[in-house]
């Protein structure tokens, strides 16, 4: 369902990357919110918790709920999938529709903040995932039912990483939150963050260097092209299989000597992880699966079956602030550079879709009055 990892460069610098899945297209929004922008979140039962962001935010959001012609979506139904701050800060909510179960007892006389808003309140409040640590200690969490997915329980982990890529974990597992620190800066879908931690420890084989050769007895073995040193990598499309995949591809990509060129080179890794529909597909009657149902959208396409593909992809260059999206229906990505909103003193949401882009269309280099 989703797959994310921090890639540094040669100078060290932090870059993060994440897929998207799902079994259909949904109605995804880019949002910037400047600093000043006021939240409430409110929570049934407590009072309501306000607060303004000190940070500009730029977004790849999703409605709470669904749009109806008397209420149509705005801006507070927006909720953070993906985003970043001006301090180089960043949040991603993972899938992990396994974690249901009963929710922590609250005080009811203190306000609480629902999970839902948790991407507004870390990305407006804090530079560091340190201070986010900090705070998620002392601040009541809610996990409340999302009206678009039927009202399951916020089914997802948290993703955290600030400018110096350090990276945590946010985890409600049956109602018990926990932060991890996370020393790979890797994360995918269930089961729980720690569990992946250990089945890193079945896998200390990996190496990126090729063993082509090999005797057996008085035959000597020879491989006849290169990339044997990935025989080892799992070779599913499930959670676990990925987060050891993307940990080899974090640890083992040649670091890249500028900015511009890590960005390529996380491209390139994160294309190891794009899905294309119909890749796996999960028929209704089997037992086992564990897709987000959305409420009030459809596949258009009426099958009799759930596919996931990559809905988007996106990549943040932490120290320039900078965010990359390429959604399914697009070849190349569309940058936004969070330093040219900085006199935007209000919000501005665009469709994803607005910012497709397809092939360049390069004919005229060869053919045109000005070809070599």
Known sequence: MCTSLIYKDAAGRAYYGRTLEL?????????????GNAVTSEVTGHPPLGYKSQHRILAVTMPARVPTSDAPTTIADLKVLEGLNDKGLTFSVLSYPTAAGKPQALDPARPALAVVDLGTWTLGQFATVAE???????????IVPL??????PSPFHYVLHDATGASIVVEFDHGELTVYDNPVGVMTNAPRFSWHLTNLDNYTFLSNVDQPVAQFGDYKAVQPDSGIATSGLPAS????????????????TEKADSPDVAIQTL????????????ATI????????SHLEVQGLDTGAGERYATEFTSWTSMIDLGRQLLFVRDYHSINFASFDLAKFAALDKPAVIPLERVRSGVWDASDIMTGPKAA
């Open 23 to 35: 079994t259909v297209d949904l109605p995804y929004q880019v949002a910037y919110l400047p600093p």
């Open 132 to 142: 986010v640590k900090a705070a998620l200690a002392g601040q009541q969490i809610a």
């Open 147 to 152: 009206g678009i997915l039927g009202g399951a």
């Open 237 to 252: 499309n499930t959670s676990v299989g990925r987060f050891v995949r993307a940990v080899y591809y974090a640890t083992f």
């Open 267 to 278: 491209a390139h890794i994160l294309n190891n992880f794009d899905r294309p529909r119909g």
């Open 282 to 289: 999960d028929y209704p009657e089997a037992n086992g699966a």
